[in-house]
């Protein structure tokens, strides 16, 4: 399974627009890129999941090189509820396949 | 029904106490999967079943031991722990997906999760 790297932390203010950069050398053809989010004391919330180029849903929006190295989170115009730890999960997403967790991004919105 | 519910949120056990951690899912998901979560640090599987069947264990100590009576139940039964087994567990369900289907690729739904405290 593909390591991911992403930063430890980020702060940010209501209403900037925050990009959560994942790091994924080793991603192999079959992996997906996907992104959850979890508050504390809850269970993790799928956010978004692409394989290339980019994906934009009601929430995020996911930018993926042509190499798939990396990727980008993208929230548009955070608010306080927003602070949450950002997981990159990079995985062959076969059905009942496992997930496997990286440390993840705290992400802090200040008003 | 759109979740995945847990019970009880809360549960404190001794080191010879015998407990159960439940799970439930109405959303007809066919993959269910135990996840422990110790304080500040990601979520590490522990099991998936797949259609009532264990197809992952990830090498947890047989003082956990799971059970799917059926497609909506799954069960973490806890025997024997260890204080270091403190930590939060979650619960989650995914449906059959397709890639590139009208569903995220095996999306999993968790639960709120189950606080539990081993003393």
């Known amino acids: 399974l593909a390591k991911t790297t992403q930063p430890i932390s980020m702060d940010s203010y209501e209403g900037q627009e925050v990009n959560i950069t994942c790091s994924h050398n080793n991603i192999a053809t079959n992996d997906y890129i996907t992104w959850y989010q979890q508050f504390p004391s809850q269970g993790p919330r799928f956010i978004i999941q692409g394989y290339k180029t980019k994906v934009t849903n009601e929430v995020a929006s996911l930018f993926i090189p042509a190499d798939r190295k990396s990727s980008t989170l993208s929230l548009p115009r955070v608010s306080l509820s927003d602070t949450a730890v950002y997981y990159c999960?990079?995985?062959?997403?076969?059905?009942?396949?496992?997930?496997?967790f990286g440390a993840g991004t705290i992400l802090r919105v200040k008003s | 029904d759109t979740e995945v519910t847990q019970t009880p949120k809360h549960l404190v056990m001794g080191m010879t106490n015998k407990k159960s951690l439940k799970c439930e899912q109405h959303m007809g998901h066919r993959a269910m999967y135990w996840y422990k979560q110790k304080a500040k640090k990601p979520p590490e599987l522990m099991f998936v079943y797949s259609y009532e069947k264990l197809s992952i264990n990830e090498s947890v100590p047989s003082r956990f031991s799971p059970e799917c009576p059926n497609s909506s139940l799954l069960n973490l039964h806890l025997h024997a722990l260890q204080p270091e087994d403190s930590a939060l567990y979650l619960c989650a369900s995914s449906p059959k997906g397709l890639a590139g289907g009208p569903i995220n690729y095996n999306e999993q739904f968790f639960g709120p999760g189950t606080r539990l405290t081993v003393l």
């Open positions: 999960l990079v995985g062959d997403v076969e059905y009942g396949n496992k997930l496997v």
